[in-house]
């Protein structure tokens, strides 16, 4: 058995097609794990570096493990683990940069399904393609699932290789797969298949042999299966005469033992916030699905009978925040319970004998972390299980019901093994109208909440429909180690917090957005917290965008702006959707009005009256890098102070170690000089 053991150790096997060959390395954790001071550097380097474990799943017998780990600068390989003993193999990598590996599941106790996604430029077009490849444990008889054989006549091509909705489709290797068929030319042959859309077939992972479960769909977006090889829900997104989805999901549902559809409700999205139901998992054996929808104002967890009769019940609800999540485990991935967020993350287990042995667990391990179950064996005998908080990145570990055993498996990070990191805490601060906004503050090591006279960053969230949570932040420890204090605010438009904080999004509603985290910057210098000449404001995409807009509202309240990937111009950023099928939800989502030039930096720039740094991906299908550019461009046309850094064939999240430490050393030298601390 594996005992309290970093499994380091790299030995990668070649590979072909969409994955590339790779060297054996060995990857070890060096960083203060003997807690020596390390330098500036090393420091920036070991926050910027990506991690170990970026997914991981048990194979159905329980004795192995398959992780996603980061290949160095910005590749991934995927390495198979021997519970019984310990040994470690690679067997596929990626290149990394515009190629990436991103989940690899058990289909059988010898084949994986791995999701690879590649981009590219169509004649000025960037485009993003997802496939799925096969391979054994051992890293042979790998088989890329070319889904449409017949390529050279199909009419368009196929940017989705399809997805995995369901484990247990029939034989061992078998399972459902979702697939995107296309119509073919019919010239010089009678074979050319007509069907159009998204369809489900039962696919043999080592053959490769496919039979249709479900004929396609042209509006087809979604299947939702029952864990057992059977299609119960389907959802329709027609599109429009332009050739736009539409902005609603309408779902069906099939009852069980019949073939026939029939409906289930209508999801509307017109501004970014979603309404009706929203189904998410079937459970076969109450022959009911999981699903969200609103209750006074919040997202609320409910079931609806799959009957005929479509009985409703509320399953979870939570005063003040939104229920948003289900615990699912097993080859069924069956819903054992719920979770929600309020200043940290909870969750309500449905299974009284799982509540009871997870919350052992918890007690048992060390911190005061939250505890995930990732995974299990078919039997649930093996669990493997992520222990993390906000000063520990993560440590995944495999609990064995039958022998009681809990080990350390894989640390998720183990470059900032032994680092003293800074608790995060739960604040709220006032708002200019009395709104008391939910935020986090970080100190430095060493300094606690009454610490006073720092030097000071603000870090509002990107999304905007998102939220901060209480746990570990790569970016946020980073500048703790260098001496700021970090405050996260949770402003209004925010999600999490149900439809009255959330408004009309913080695009819509950037006044309120922004007015939100200007009074973040004012609430630290009252309280003394921050040293007004040394507050600064560090946002990535919509953060990076509130930053900016912030230097706008309240020119000169923070003395330097940091903004990573943002958007800069509301109307920009609808023409960029326009060749996108998603363009009717993106032109919903930033509406009509004097708000979409008020609410844009780029078009007023002139009022910004302190040193910019900016950072930007050329290869970004969330935010063009069109804005970073624009960007520049005013802000050097307006005589203002600007840095631009650009990236080559990066994507949003920047996702490469030498990006990263770029932009973490550059960001912290640039607020330094600006803001002269020393």
Known sequence: MISR???GGLALMASAALVQPLAAVSAQADAGAQNEPLSTAKLTRNF???????????SPDGTQVAFVSSREPSGEVVNVVSIEDGSLKGILSSSGQDQHIHRCSWISNKRLLCNISMRTDSTGQLLSFSRMVGVNADG???????????????L????FGGSVIDLKAGDPGEVLVTKQYLPESSEGTRLAQTREGLGVDRLDAASLRRKVVEQPHRSAVEYISDGRGAVRIMGLQPGTANGYDSTFIEYMYRAAGEHSWRALGKLEFPDGAARGFNPVAVDPELDLVYGFDRKDGYQALYSMSLDGNLTRNLVMAHPGVDVDGLIRIGRERRVVGVTWATDRRHSALFDPELSKLTSALAKALPGDGDLTILDSSEDENRLLLLSDSDVNPG?????????????ELVAVRPQLAGMTLSPMHAVQYPAADGTMVPAYLTMPPGKDMNARGLPTIVMPHGGPAARDEW???????YFAQRGYAVLQPNYRGSAGYGDEWFERNGYRSWRSAIGDVDDAGRWLVKQGIADKDKLAIVGWSYGGYAALQSGVT?????????????????????QNARNYTNYRVVDGMIGDGPHVREGSPAQNAERIAVPVLMFSGDEDLNVDVSHARLMERRLKDAGKQVEYVEFPKLAHQLDDTAARMKVLGDSDAFLRKTMHIN
């Open 395 to 407: 440590m995944v570990y495999l609990f064995d019901k039958t022998t009681r055993q809990l080990d």
């Open 156 to 159: 368009g091509f196929s940017q």
């Open 554 to 574: 309240d020119p000169g309240l923070y003395k330097a702006i940091v903004a990573i990937a943002p958007v800069t111009d509301l109307e920009l950023k609808r």
């Open 5 to 7: 053991k970093y499994l």
């Open 471 to 477: 746990g570990f932040d790569w970016l946020v420890q």
């Open 140 to 154: 042979s008889d790998m088989k890329v699932l070319d889904e449409n054989r017949s390529a050279f006549r199909a």
């Open 48 to 58: 910027a570096s990506r991690e170990d474990v970026r997914q991981i799943s048990m």
